[in-house]
């Protein structure tokens, strides 16, 4: 997941779809298991985070990656106005969070000021 989708993510979840929760929710529980060898686990985690509603499996039908994109996408298109990206006022880098207040690229601090 890129820098920007993760902080929509992370910071934004509230403004996705049920439909969109519902599928990254269901790559969550994917990752969860990669590595797991026991059938009754993965079986376990797929029951509680995953889905089989067909709007969400078709918004998974290309890859996380792919979903990630779009519905970052859709939320800087739909609902732009609720989105606070908190960029370093020095270099111009996305913050960690809408709150932080030291740049994670530069290190500038913005502490302090209005």
Known sequence: MDELASYIFNYYSHLL?????????????ELKIEHDHSPEMKRAVRKFWGSTDPKV???LQDGAESFWER????????QRDQVFLNHCPQCGALAKTPTAKQCPKCFFSWHGEV
């Open 17 to 29: 779809t049920h439909e969109e929760r519902a599928a990254n929710r269901t790559i969550l529980g």
């Open 57 to 59: 499996l078709a918004l």
């Open 71 to 78: 519905a970052r996408d859709r939320v800087l298109r739909e």
